[in-house]
């Protein structure tokens, strides 16, 4: 038998694949595609970095229009969807709603090509996504309008309000950092399937379901509960108390990021900005400030996109149990690239484990255990 490798817990530090999609470095830098996300945060939109993400390169204009418009079209939901999301008990989590009508949609759909499935999968989970919670609210299901943009449609099915310029734009921002980003676990979990070439419907469920974790995606809904809870001047007692503990505070520390995430420093700009215009803005961000400070003072550890993407969508009005959903609907896109990028070089991961259990155990029948 050729011999084991034994890698570090988690594979950390371990380059399993090769990737063109994104890439994350501990000195702090994000690029997509080439492009570094301060450039995109600034000069793009979200159906322009979806484009790149999937397809490799910045559209010309009309095919940009071209893949909005498919993402717009694709948007409708089979009436059996929102039946099936009805049946959940109302204190479900949104994310087994979604992961399980993802995984419906599967079954629904007879599309040709890859990218057909792509595109639907990516606009019907921005649906799925806010009707998770009106479903468990027996609410009235909202539906997509075909005049506003992506991430504006998006802000209007969840606040159920159009809105402002501005809260949109700081929005999509949120969603651009949450698109992409590198081997994480719900990405690595996708191409995992993928490798055993089962489809995309399958994939992006299994990618859902790694995302729910509280070590992952869940990140971002623990990160509120403490928020709303502190003052300003309980932020340091709170983090010492937590790390007497042994606790690890969510919204903080990062497997690359070891001095500061990117998308953490732009989104807190974009908090500072939102906070002076909303109702509990200002209470919210110095929370934040204090409890970034403590962190830093007594652990080193700076704070990731979680622990400032959850304010922003706290103040923007969208229940707090809908942030890791929003992550998953933005995400998807890094997953399809990811999907698809597996697929170009494809190998079966397959990887082996070192038996620490019994052997040779004897056999003894049932009737004299
Ligand atoms: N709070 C307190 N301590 C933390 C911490 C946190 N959020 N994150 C890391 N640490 C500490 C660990 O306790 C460990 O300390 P030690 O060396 O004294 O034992 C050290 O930092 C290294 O942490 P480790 O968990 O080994 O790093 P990792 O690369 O495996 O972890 C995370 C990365 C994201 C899993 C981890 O930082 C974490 O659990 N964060 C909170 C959850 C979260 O916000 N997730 C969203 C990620 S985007």
Redesign the pocket.
């Known amino acids: 038998m050729a011999e084991q490798i034994r890698v570090p817990k988690?594979l950390?530090g371990v380059a399993v694949t090769e990737t063109s999609i994104s890439k994350s470095d501990p000195s702090g830098q994000l690029i997509y595609r080439g492009y570094p996300i301060e450039v995109l945060a600034e000069k793009s939109n979200f159906e322009e970095v979806a484009f790149l993400i999937l397809k490799g390169y910045l559209p010309k204009k009309y095919e940009l229009e071209e893949f909005s418009s498919k993402l717009q079209r694709e948007m409708r939901l089979d009436e059996r969807i929102y039946t099936l999301m009805k049946l959940f008990p109302p204190n479900s989590d949104p994310m087994d709603v979604i992961r399980t009508a993802v995984s419906f949609i599967g079954s629904l759909e007879r599309k040709d090509s890859l990218e057909s499935k792509q595109i639907s999968i990516a606009a019907k989970l921005a649906v799925i996504v806010p009707n998770s919670h009106r479903a468990l609210l027996n609410h009235e299901f909202v539906k997509p309008r075909e005049d506003l943009s992506y991430a504006e449609n998006m802000l209007y099915m969840l606040t159920s309000k159009i809105p402002e310029k501005e809260d949109a734009w700081i929005f999509e921002r949120e969603l651009i950092f949450y698109m992409e980003h590198d081997l994480n676990a719900s990405s690595f979990t996708v191409r995992v399937v993928a490798s055993t070439l089962s489809d995309p419907y399958s994939s992006v469920t299994a990618g859902l379901a790694a995302l729910k974790g509280?070590?992952?995606g869940g990140?971002n809904e623990e990160v509120m509960e403490y928020i709303l809870r502190l003052r300003p001047e309980d932020a340091e007692n709170f983090v010492r108390e937590e790390?007497k503990a042994g606790r690890?505070?969510?919204?903080?520390?990062?497997?690359v990021y070891k001095k500061f995430d990117p998308r953490a420093v732009l989104s807190k700009k974009y908090l500072e900005l939102l906070a002076r215009k909303k109702r509990d803005g200002e209470r919210i961000y110095k929370v934040c400030d204090m409890l970034e400070k403590a962190v830093w003072a007594l652990?080193q550890?700076p704070p990731?996109?979680?622990f400032y993407a959850a304010p922003i969508f706290y103040l923007l009005g969208i229940p707090v149990s809908l942030n890791t959903p929003i992550f998953a609907s933005s995400r998807v896109f890094g997953w399809l690239a990811h999907y698809s990028e597996q697929l170009e070089e494809n190998k079966l991961f397959r990887p082996d484990a070192i038996y620490v259990g019994k052997k040779d155990l004897k056999y003894i029948p049932i009737e004299t255990r």
């Open positions: 988690g950390a509280p070590l992952h990140a790390l690890k505070i969510m919204g903080f520390g990062h497997r652990k550890i990731n996109l979680d």
